[in-house]
């Protein structure tokens, strides 16, 4: 997992594909339109013990967590 993730990091949404093959918990119908997107993380808060992140691609409207997003690769997916 990306454990390391922050403010200001560049986040890749996992494809469509990949979140109909998994169950990832918290995952709703409407955020569909982002799968495979790259998104920057603009807040990151807890909630009952869990991490969740506010990205700028909706307007960080949805929670998302970090087993929605592509895990980092070196030389991918770096800050702006």
Do not use: H, P
């Amino acid at each position: 997992m990306n454990r390391s993730l922050k403010v200001g990091d560049r986040v890749k949404i996992v494809s469509l594909k990949e979140i109909s093959n998994s169950f990832r918990a918290g995952f709703i119908e409407c955020m569909k339109e982002y799968c495979g997107k790259e998104a920057i993380i603009k807040r990151k808060t807890e909630c009952e013990g869990k991490i969740y992140y506010k990205i700028d691609l909706d307007k960080q409207f949805f929670f998302w967590s970090e087993n929605m997003f592509e895990k980092k690769k070196e030389g991918l997916l770096k800050n702006e």
